[in-house]
């Protein structure tokens, strides 16, 4: 075959390139585009489903309004698949697709890396399901927001609830060595430190898992011989189910409290009603709970389309994440990601499913209650404390 | 005492799991000089199989046959399908390519193996499946007064150790055994002897990927969590018990099973949890300094 000079090949491809240019500039949206990442598939698949569902609801109210600036809102979902990788991959996507507001995501590790190309690409993120304390605290990211709380609150508050209400003397500490369960363990430590250095306490158990895997009746066994009165589990549902259930088997009788990331109906299904009554939950309000006329009013919605109520209290937010960027985009009055994060730090008078959503400087929602809640004896919530 | 002897049952329950399909890589590794990537998804299908027989019209199987009688047929169901998967598998996606050489039956596996995990995922969804647990036997037996075995755990142990036991009796034992074992060490040859080389492949490809679905289903049971990509954690740690044991090698596969799951227990139980993949694999590297063709792995090292 005969080489093609490279003069015609440059003079080929600056054609195309000036073509290119000349191309009509796409029609001005008809919509108000906003992105939703979420986990759709891998680990985490049942949340993302939550989210996309929720999210969906919550537009479909916001429309009925009259949407945001006199035009319908329009979701464009993109998969994370549960981890940071694909996190990356799927903000690129959503970025090339010009848009200016997403929300995203759930999982601290996923969010993080993509809540750094959110931000340096100048588009406003909102996660819904990331509470780790450093999303917001090691470094300031000026787009980023999160509807749900923050770790160290969950923290504080278990360390209080395990001495001051449960009674505690012999606490054990377990996680799973990825950044949320982490996170929240270490603050829990930390925030049982005064007690143990008064002596009230004993921290008698402090090391992590190995995820994803299904057998633990070695570290269950371990639970047992150490037997402490109270054994705070800080990772997610998958293993929650299956550690309990081991360690029931095994004849562990003690007290299992599980952050906010365990009560959920998968948890309830892999573990099942024996296994899971009697244990405590920490969590932000959940949907069955919420009070607000607005909750009422999406809860309503939510179960006529899918007969059933959101599934953890994560999608839920994931609605307010919406409902907080519209509510930014209307007060600010234009697509403007500048506007819209300054917007989303000054409003005070915006009313969520989950309360009034105002920010802190630094993204952080403010004003997140917490509480205990105790599966009874048929497999149901029922809120422990604060009465 | 008491923790010592309970850690090593739970190390015998997972050792067996990891043995189960340990067997399975080794066999066709054996014959066929390829690393069945597929295994650890034909433990999955195994599972998902065993899932839907005992959920289909609400725990049916369990209502009529009784627990156990409900969980023999899972499991035969499971083997059986397995079996007859894992004869198709080598028909579609190995026979054809098996003249071209050794890499392109690597990426065939590697296809197949993305093939059926993905199918798991189209049919029965990326969420977790649990196990009913109607059909899940739940008591447990307690020795000594403080050590306590769940039943399901007892029974895996038993049902592994006795098909293993079956299995090395036939490998070991029998003149058709003789004939596999002789097709390991060189086919050529062995095929010059009179050995029928299909019925060697006929015997691994169904035996093989049977005892993976066995291990999938006793999976199921024991921990009712499923997923569809749950055969990659399995099949690297299968994989690793392979090495282990001396690959191609079937009681090395065994033994290299129960080692590994041994060593795991024992050093989440008295060191970390936290730090056991990287003991175990540092376990794998140090085995492979000193004895490169694995514990047990002497028959195969004589082949040059």
Redesign the interface.
Known sequence: MKRIPGVILVLVLTLSLALAACQPKPAEPQTIQIGLQAPLTGDFAAEGQWAVQSVEVAKELLNKKGGVLGKQIEIIVADDASNPKDSALAAQKLISQGLKAVIASYGSSVTAPAADLYDANKVVSVGYGCTAVRLTMEKQRPYFFRTSGRDDTQSEFFAKFAVEVLGAKRIAIMHDNQDYGRGVAEDAKKFLQPYIDAGQVELVYYDAITPGESDYSAVVSQIKEINPDVWFFTAYYPEAALLLKQARQAGYTGLFVGNNSVPTPEFEKIAGIDVIKGSIHLNEPMPQFLNYPESIEFMEAYKAKYNELPGSIWAVYAADALNALAAAIQKAGALDPDAIAQTMRTMTDVKGITGPLMFTERGDRKNIPYYAYIYNDQGQLELYYPK | M??LL??LT??L??GS?YALVAMGYSMVYGVMKLINFAHGDFFTLGSYLGYTILVIGSGWVTRTFGLWGGIALAILGAMLGLALGGLLVERVAYRPVYKAGRLPLVVSALGASIFISNGI?AVWG???Q?YP?TGIP?G?L?LFG?I?I?DIKLVTLLVSLTLMAVIYFIVEKTLFGAAVRATALDRETATLMGINFRSIILFVFSVGPALGALAGVF?GL????I?FN?GW?YGLKAFTATIIGGIGNIPGAMVGGLLLGLL???F??FV???W??VFVFLILIVILIVRPTGLIGEKVAEKV
Do not use: D, V, W
Not at chain 2, 222 to 225: A, T
């Open positions: 008491q923790l309970e850690q739970n190390g329950t997972i799991f995922m990326p969420r977790f649990a647990q739940s447990t307690r403080e306590y769940p999976a024991n921990y009712s969590r997923i749950m954690g795991e227990s024992l989440e139980g970390s949890g936290a056991k993949n």
